[in-house]
């Protein structure tokens, strides 16, 4: 049930004073050239985590529940499946999540089909990025021709799921002024057509590469998000139970309230879990509590201890700073808010 794994993750957060979810770029390389990428200007610039500096990041963490494998584009990366079996074999993950630009199908599915041959109990989920139909979404891309090689991804991780119930299949659509129309076609064809676990929508943040996009109006957000919610009814139904699926859906309501506030103009500053419950680590070595604030420091300077880093004065003192109060719609950060403090976002 829902309610009681949500106390099991925060009783582990607790007994472990460790991060539970770790986001950890594996690469700055990238395939594609996306306007909308709020991390451009760290992209190409040749760093990546090394297998012994992943080991050594492995070994100073305890057991997680999530982690998101990032980039660039994580399926460059040619031993991304061993990546993932060390944290699953070494960390007991149980949540490994893997966005994607789709771009390269054949590498991507036999990619997964590694992660899967692990035989832990664990739920890969694989999130295509898609922004727009057709050309609309090759445009922002910077890819001619990325649109059909996204559906012809998904294809191949249906299949796969098919076969192996532990792989399941998500979208990620960032929402701006421009694509509104698009976004509106896309939830529906979540449903209908691709038959995905879920849908996910981030509000376009950050300094984009493309300086010409926009966050959208509030009033395309309330009718995006009025339309998400009432597709979270098909997604949740069934899940974790009757009560668990009211639920998570009680909670994307209540996110997206928050997130109106935010592109209204009248943010909510709450105390943020991240740099208690989440890090991020950028293939470079920075330790991050969230990319939108500064490092608090590099494990290149550490010999790569992170617990060292981890407790050191700066990161001390940011991670007060945060927990007195901050604001985004970092939908990564946000949902873990919403699971182990819901009562910040109300």
């Given amino acids: 049930m829902l309610s009681t794994d949500i106390l099991s993750w925060k009783q582990l957060s607790r007994r472990q004073q460790k991060p539970v979810h770790l986001i950890l770029f594996i690469t ?23 297998p012994d500096h992943i080991q050594k990041i492995s070994e100073a963490m305890g057991e997680l529940v999530w982690l998101d494998i990032s980039g660039g584009e994580p399926f460059l990366r040619k031993d991304i499946d061993q990546i993932c079996h060390r944290f699953l074999d070494h960390n007991q993950a149980r949540f490994i999540n893997i966005p994607t630009n789709a771009i390269q199908t054949s590498v991507i599915e036999r990619s997964v089909n590694g ?63 421009s694509n509104i129309d698009d976004v509106k076609q896309l939830l529906h064809l979540g449903v209908t057509d691709w038959d995905l676990d879920y849908h996910s929508l981030n509000i376009l943040r950050g300094k984009p590469m493309d300086p010409a996009l926009q966050s ?56 943020c879990n991240a740099g208690d419950v989440s890090c991020v680590i950028d293939a470079n070595g920075d330790v991050y509590f969230c990319e939108l604030l500064k490092p608090v420091g590099n494990l290149k300077n550490y010999d790569w201890d992170f ?19 901050c604001h985004c719609t970092h939908e990564c950060f946000q949902t873990k808010n919403l699971i182990f403090t819901p009562w910040r976002l109300v």
């Avoid at 700055?28 to 090394?50: I, M, P, R, V």
Wanted: glycine share 8%; proline share 3%.
């Fill in 28 to 50: 700055d390389h990238c395939n594609a050239k996306c306007g909308t990428c709020f991390y451009w200007q760290n992209l190409n610039q040749g760093e990546s985590l090394k």
């Fill in 115 to 177: 992660i899967l041959e692990n035989k832990n109990p664990f739920r890969l989920n694989i999130a295509i990025s898609i922004d727009g139909i057709g050309e609309n979404h090759d445009r922002v891309r910077g890819v001619p021709g990325n649109y059909k090689k996204a559906l012809a991804t998904l294809e191949a991780m249906s299949a796969i799921r098919e076969r192996d119930e532990r792989l399941s299949l998500s979208v990620v659509t960032t929402v701006m002024r």
């Fill in 216 to 271: 959208p109006t509030p009033e395309q957000y309330a009718e995006i998000s009025k339309l998400q919610l009432k597709l979270c009814r098909s997604y949740f139904k069934g899940r974790w139970g009757a009560l668990g699926g009211w639920t998570a859906t009680m909670g994307r309501f209540f996110l997206n309230r928050y997130y109106m506030r935010e592109v209204e103009g009248k943010p909510k500053d709450i105390s």
């Fill in 307 to 325: 617990d060292r880093l981890w407790h050191d004065f700066e990161a001390t003192q940011l991670r007060q700073k945060v927990q007195n109060g």
